[in-house]
């Protein structure tokens, strides 16, 4: 085998690595210097390829930023997954302030990434996070519905209202520069609980 063989053997990398070397490179950039300010020549420089492996994966910046977006969606729902099953499986209140105080944590944690993935393009009326979290947020609701924890309603519309309050005032908490969350969280699931008749139902 030659040297060159040698070489470029060593620097032939699985698809998935190439992938995720462009991704990373891309989001820190964005991080750094904002979307539009970023082009793909310094993607391309960041992650150490040649220009040809970025066309190969994606088409154009758009398509890094939707790959990007992807991501994020999988990260915070696992998150969101993760937490609840920790919950007791007919523990619907626990269930319901660890979805809300998970929301609120990760999101404050993540909002750079989540404004960069989100904020470049008009808003999606079909968006496939709110779905699967108005999904897990049902799940919760009607599970305790059952259960005769609270009176629902039209499950579909409290879940909307409540998945929009949430992130109404996880921005506020960002705007006030808020660090510790526990409390934040707490004070608007017991709010939610009690719009929920929780407690009254149990009297």
Same mark, same amino acid.
């Given at each position: 085998?030659?040297?060159?063989?040698?070489?470029?053997?060593?620097?032939?990398?699985?698809?998935?690595?190439?992938?995720?070397?462009?991704?990373?490179?891309?989001?820190?950039?964005?991080?750094?210097?904002?979307?539009?300010?970023?082009?793909?020549?310094?993607?391309?420089?960041?992650?150490?390829?040649?220009?040809?492996?970025?066309?190969?994966?994606?088409?154009?910046?758009?398509?890094?930023?939707?790959?990007?977006?992807?991501?994020?969606?999988?990260?915070?729902?696992?998150?969101?997954?993760?937490?609840?099953?920790?919950?007791?499986?007919?523990?619907?209140?626990?269930?319901?302030?660890?979805? @809300?105080?998970?929301?609120? *944590?990760?999101? /404050?944690?993540?909002?750079?990434?989540?404004?960069? +993935?989100? =904020? !470049?393009?008009?808003?999606?009326?079909?968006?496939?996070?709110?779905?699967?979290?108005?999904?897990?947020?049902?799940?919760?609701?009607?599970?305790?519905?059952?259960?005769? @924890?609270?009176?629902?309603? *039209?499950?579909? /519309?409290?879940?909307?209202?409540?998945?929009?309050? +949430?992130? =109404? !005032?996880?921005?506020?908490?960002?705007?006030?520069?808020?660090?510790?969350?526990?409390?934040?969280?707490?004070?608007?699931?017991?709010?939610?609980?009690?719009?929920?008749?929780?407690?009254?139902?149990?009297?």
């Amino acid at each position: 085998m030659s040297s060159s063989s040698q070489i470029n053997k060593r620097r032939t990398k699985p698809a998935e690595v190439r992938i995720d070397e462009l991704m990373s490179a891309a989001q820190t950039l964005f991080l750094e210097k904002g979307v539009e300010a970023t082009t793909i020549s310094e993607i391309i420089a960041r992650a150490g390829v040649a220009k040809g492996t970025f066309y190969h994966y994606f088409e154009s910046k758009q398509h890094i930023i939707e790959a990007l977006k992807k991501q994020y969606i999988e990260f915070f729902i696992g998150v969101l997954d993760n937490a609840v099953r920790q919950c007791a499986a007919d523990d619907w209140v626990s269930q319901f302030k660890v979805w @809300i105080a998970t929301n609120v *944590q990760t999101y /404050l944690e993540t909002y750079p990434v989540h404004d960069i +993935v989100f =904020g !470049v393009h008009h808003h999606e009326r079909k968006n496939s996070e709110k779905n699967m979290m108005l999904e897990q947020l049902l799940q919760i609701l009607v599970g305790g519905e059952q259960a005769g @924890i609270w009176s629902l309603g *039209q499950a579909r /519309l409290t879940a909307l209202l409540i998945y929009c309050g +949430v992130h =109404g !005032v996880a921005d506020e908490a960002i705007a006030n520069q808020l660090e510790n969350t526990a409390d934040f969280s707490e004070q608007i699931a017991l709010q939610y609980l009690k719009m929920l008749g929780h407690g009254e139902l149990n009297k």
